[in-house]
Protein backbone atom coordinates (compact mmCIF):
# COMPACT_ATOMS: atom_id res chain seq x y z
CA UNK A 1 0.00 0.00 0.00
CA UNK A 2 0.70 2.98 -0.82
CA UNK A 3 0.21 6.21 1.49
CA UNK A 4 1.62 9.82 0.56
CA UNK A 5 1.40 12.07 3.40
CA UNK A 6 1.74 16.03 2.88
CA UNK A 7 1.27 18.64 5.34
CA UNK A 8 1.85 22.04 6.00
CA UNK A 9 0.25 25.22 6.33
CA UNK A 10 -2.75 26.80 4.74
CA UNK A 11 -2.45 28.51 1.31
CA UNK A 12 1.19 25.77 0.31
CA UNK A 13 -0.38 24.77 -2.86
CA UNK A 14 -0.86 21.23 -0.67
CA UNK A 15 -4.47 20.38 -2.44
CA UNK A 16 -3.09 21.61 -6.20
CA UNK A 17 -0.31 19.00 -5.83
CA UNK A 18 -2.06 16.42 -3.93
CA UNK A 19 -4.60 16.53 -6.47
CA UNK A 20 -2.11 16.28 -9.23
CA UNK A 21 -0.13 13.70 -7.60
CA UNK A 22 -2.94 11.36 -7.22
CA UNK A 23 -3.89 11.64 -10.40
CA UNK A 24 -0.60 11.27 -11.81
CA UNK A 25 0.09 8.40 -9.67
CA UNK A 26 -3.15 6.83 -10.53
CA UNK A 27 -4.17 6.51 -7.02
CA UNK A 28 -7.25 8.40 -4.54
CA UNK A 29 -6.75 11.93 -3.24
CA UNK A 30 -8.70 12.80 0.32
CA UNK A 31 -8.93 16.33 1.66
CA UNK A 32 -8.55 15.93 5.42
CA UNK A 33 -8.81 20.10 5.46
CA UNK A 34 -12.24 19.31 4.08
CA UNK A 35 -13.94 17.26 6.81
CA UNK A 36 -13.08 20.21 9.71
CA UNK A 37 -14.35 22.50 6.75
CA UNK A 38 -17.94 20.18 7.41
CA UNK A 39 -17.35 20.78 10.56
CA UNK A 40 -16.72 24.24 10.78
CA UNK A 41 -19.74 24.95 8.57
CA UNK A 42 -21.99 23.31 10.76
CA UNK A 43 -20.73 24.90 13.56
CA UNK A 44 -21.07 28.36 12.06
CA UNK A 45 -24.79 27.78 10.97
CA UNK A 46 -25.52 26.83 14.13
CA UNK A 47 -24.13 29.69 16.00
CA UNK A 48 -22.12 26.68 18.37
CA UNK A 49 -19.55 27.72 20.92
CA UNK A 50 -16.91 25.59 19.43
CA UNK A 51 -14.83 25.76 23.12
CA UNK A 52 -17.39 23.99 25.06
CA UNK A 53 -16.66 20.22 23.68
CA UNK A 54 -19.59 18.71 25.11
CA UNK A 55 -21.69 20.83 23.18
CA UNK A 56 -19.32 19.65 19.91
CA UNK A 57 -19.59 16.32 20.62
CA UNK A 58 -23.14 16.03 20.73
CA UNK A 59 -22.89 17.56 17.53
CA UNK A 60 -20.24 15.52 16.24
CA UNK A 61 -22.42 12.56 17.03
CA UNK A 62 -25.37 13.89 15.04
CA UNK A 63 -23.18 14.71 11.67
CA UNK A 64 -22.32 12.89 8.91
CA UNK A 65 -18.82 14.10 6.87
CA UNK A 66 -18.51 12.07 3.63
CA UNK A 67 -16.20 12.26 0.53
CA UNK A 68 -18.00 10.56 -2.47
CA UNK A 69 -15.82 10.53 -6.17
CA UNK A 70 -18.57 11.51 -8.88
CA UNK A 71 -17.07 11.43 -12.26
CA UNK A 72 -13.73 11.73 -10.83
CA UNK A 73 -14.35 14.74 -9.32
CA UNK A 74 -14.26 14.99 -5.08
CA UNK A 75 -16.98 16.15 -3.65
CA UNK A 76 -17.96 16.68 -0.03
CA UNK A 77 -20.86 16.34 1.72
CA UNK A 78 -22.35 17.30 5.30
CA UNK A 79 -25.39 15.24 6.09
CA UNK A 80 -26.27 13.91 2.89
CA UNK A 81 -26.29 17.76 1.15
CA UNK A 82 -22.76 18.57 -1.07
CA UNK A 83 -21.43 21.57 0.39
CA UNK A 84 -17.85 21.12 -2.18
CA UNK A 85 -18.05 24.75 -2.67
CA UNK A 86 -19.61 26.46 0.56
CA UNK A 87 -16.76 24.80 2.53
CA UNK A 88 -14.21 26.86 0.67
CA UNK A 89 -16.23 30.25 1.84
CA UNK A 90 -13.59 32.39 3.68
CA UNK A 91 -15.73 32.96 6.81
CA UNK A 92 -15.63 29.00 7.64
CA UNK A 93 -12.01 28.46 7.61
CA UNK A 94 -11.25 30.37 10.86
CA UNK A 95 -13.99 28.53 12.39
CA UNK A 96 -12.44 25.20 10.90
CA UNK A 97 -9.18 25.87 12.13
CA UNK A 98 -11.43 26.71 16.08
CA UNK A 99 -13.16 22.95 15.51
CA UNK A 100 -10.40 20.88 14.51
CA UNK A 101 -8.50 21.68 18.38
CA UNK A 102 -11.13 20.43 20.07
CA UNK A 103 -10.36 16.37 20.89
CA UNK A 104 -13.16 14.14 20.31
CA UNK A 105 -13.05 16.54 16.49
CA UNK A 106 -9.91 15.60 16.13
CA UNK A 107 -10.19 11.74 17.52
CA UNK A 108 -13.66 10.80 15.01
CA UNK A 109 -11.51 12.98 11.85
CA UNK A 110 -8.26 10.70 12.46
CA UNK A 111 -10.07 7.66 12.79
CA UNK A 112 -12.22 7.87 9.49
CA UNK A 113 -9.06 8.91 7.54
CA UNK A 114 -7.23 5.88 8.45
CA UNK A 115 -10.00 3.99 7.56
CA UNK A 116 -10.02 5.43 4.14
CA UNK A 117 -6.40 5.24 3.58
CA UNK A 118 -5.66 1.36 4.91
CA UNK A 119 -7.75 0.31 2.31
CA UNK A 120 -5.98 1.64 -1.02
CA UNK A 121 -3.23 3.38 -1.95
CA UNK A 122 -3.45 7.18 -1.44
CA UNK A 123 -2.23 10.67 -0.80
CA UNK A 124 -3.66 12.98 1.55
CA UNK A 125 -2.98 16.30 2.53
CA UNK A 126 -3.50 18.41 6.31
CA UNK A 127 -1.57 19.11 8.93
CA UNK A 128 -1.07 16.11 10.89
CA UNK A 129 -0.94 13.01 8.56
CA UNK A 130 2.99 12.36 8.80
CA UNK A 131 2.67 13.32 12.20
CA UNK A 132 -0.35 11.81 13.66
CA UNK A 133 -2.62 9.79 11.33
CA UNK A 134 -0.60 7.77 9.22
CA UNK A 135 3.19 8.26 11.18
CA UNK A 136 3.76 5.02 9.19
CA UNK A 137 3.31 6.46 5.73
CA UNK A 138 5.74 5.66 3.10
CA UNK A 139 6.06 9.24 1.41
CA UNK A 140 6.35 12.17 3.69
CA UNK A 141 6.29 16.04 2.99
CA UNK A 142 6.13 19.65 4.21
CA UNK A 143 5.01 21.84 1.84
CA UNK A 144 5.33 25.16 2.64
CA UNK A 145 5.41 29.21 1.60
CA UNK A 146 6.11 32.28 2.86
CA UNK A 147 3.08 33.93 4.33
CA UNK A 148 3.18 37.02 2.14
CA UNK A 149 3.19 34.24 -0.76
CA UNK A 150 0.54 31.96 0.64
CA UNK A 151 -1.82 35.19 0.92
CA UNK A 152 -1.57 36.87 -2.21
CA UNK A 153 -2.48 33.38 -3.60
CA UNK A 154 -5.38 33.15 -1.23
CA UNK A 155 -6.65 36.49 -2.53
CA UNK A 156 -6.52 35.50 -5.98
CA UNK A 157 -8.04 31.98 -5.74
CA UNK A 158 -11.21 34.01 -3.56
CA UNK A 159 -11.66 36.58 -5.71
CA UNK A 160 -11.67 33.86 -8.55
CA UNK A 161 -15.17 32.86 -6.72
CA UNK A 162 -15.99 36.18 -6.43
CA UNK A 163 -14.85 36.94 -2.76
CA UNK A 164 -13.11 40.07 -2.92
CA UNK A 165 -10.74 40.45 0.65
CA UNK A 166 -8.14 42.75 0.86
CA UNK A 167 -4.91 41.40 1.11
CA UNK A 168 -4.16 42.70 4.68
CA UNK A 169 -6.95 40.79 5.98
CA UNK A 170 -6.30 37.83 4.70
CA UNK A 171 -2.63 37.65 5.60
CA UNK A 172 -3.69 38.54 8.77
CA UNK A 173 -6.19 35.95 8.85
CA UNK A 174 -3.83 33.37 7.38
CA UNK A 175 -0.90 34.18 10.79
CA UNK A 176 -3.07 33.70 13.21
CA UNK A 177 -4.70 30.30 11.65
CA UNK A 178 -0.97 29.08 11.16
CA UNK A 179 -0.55 30.00 14.84
CA UNK A 180 -3.78 28.19 15.87
CA UNK A 181 -2.90 24.82 13.66
CA UNK A 182 0.37 24.98 15.28
CA UNK A 183 -0.21 25.23 18.87
CA UNK A 184 -2.81 23.32 19.65
CA UNK A 185 -2.72 20.97 22.24
CA UNK A 186 -3.08 17.20 20.33
CA UNK A 187 -1.88 17.12 16.72
CA UNK A 188 -0.47 20.51 15.84
CA UNK A 189 0.87 21.06 12.60
CA UNK A 190 4.54 20.31 12.62
CA UNK A 191 7.46 19.08 10.37
CA UNK A 192 8.23 15.62 11.49
CA UNK A 193 12.03 14.92 10.92
CA UNK A 194 11.60 11.97 8.10
CA UNK A 195 9.53 14.52 6.26
CA UNK A 196 10.75 16.27 3.20
CA UNK A 197 10.57 20.01 2.64
CA UNK A 198 9.67 21.96 -0.32
CA UNK A 199 9.28 25.04 -0.24
CA UNK A 200 6.66 26.56 -2.97
CA UNK A 201 7.15 30.21 -2.66
CA UNK A 202 9.45 30.74 -5.76
CA UNK A 203 8.28 27.43 -7.69
CA UNK A 204 5.85 26.86 -10.07
CA UNK A 205 3.11 24.24 -9.48
CA UNK A 206 5.12 21.68 -12.52
CA UNK A 207 8.01 22.28 -10.32
CA UNK A 208 6.90 21.61 -7.22
CA UNK A 209 5.79 18.48 -8.58
CA UNK A 210 8.38 17.35 -9.67
CA UNK A 211 10.20 17.63 -6.68
CA UNK A 212 7.64 15.50 -5.29
CA UNK A 213 8.32 12.46 -8.60
CA UNK A 214 11.90 12.92 -7.63
CA UNK A 215 11.53 12.12 -3.99
CA UNK A 216 9.21 9.08 -4.68
CA UNK A 217 10.43 8.08 -7.84
CA UNK A 218 13.77 7.73 -5.48
CA UNK A 219 12.41 6.04 -2.38
CA UNK A 220 10.60 3.35 -4.65
CA UNK A 221 13.97 2.25 -5.97
CA UNK A 222 15.37 1.93 -2.22
O1 LIG B 1 -6.37 22.57 4.65
P1 LIG B 1 -7.54 23.49 5.00
O2 LIG B 1 -7.16 24.94 5.02
O3 LIG B 1 -8.73 23.23 4.15
O4 LIG B 1 -7.94 23.07 6.50
C1 LIG B 1 -8.91 23.78 7.24
C2 LIG B 1 -8.58 23.67 8.73
O5 LIG B 1 -8.72 22.32 9.16
C3 LIG B 1 -7.14 24.05 9.12
O6 LIG B 1 -7.03 25.40 9.51
C4 LIG B 1 -6.80 23.13 10.24
C5 LIG B 1 -7.72 21.97 10.10
N1 LIG B 1 -7.04 20.74 9.66
C6 LIG B 1 -6.47 19.97 10.64
O7 LIG B 1 -6.46 20.36 11.80
N2 LIG B 1 -5.92 18.78 10.31
C7 LIG B 1 -5.89 18.35 9.05
N3 LIG B 1 -5.36 17.15 8.78
C8 LIG B 1 -6.45 19.15 8.02
C9 LIG B 1 -7.00 20.36 8.36
Known amino acids: MITIAID ?16 KLDIMYLDTGAMYRCLGLKALKSGLDVKDEATVKNMLDRTMVDVRYIDGVQKVFLDDIDVTAEIREHAVSKMASDISAVPCV ?8 REIAKKRDCVLDGRDIG ?5 DAKFKFFLTASAEVR ?5 KELAQKGQDLPYEQVLSDIIARDYNDSHRQIAPLVQVAD ?18 LVVIGDKKRV
Not at 131 to 135: D, E, G, Q, T
Not at 151 to 155: D, G, L, Y
Not at 195 to 212: H, T
Open 8 to 23: GPSGAGKSTIAKLLAK
Open 106 to 113: RKKMADSQ
Open 131 to 135: SYVLP
Open 151 to 155: ACRRV
Open 195 to 212: AVLIDSSDLSVDEVINKF
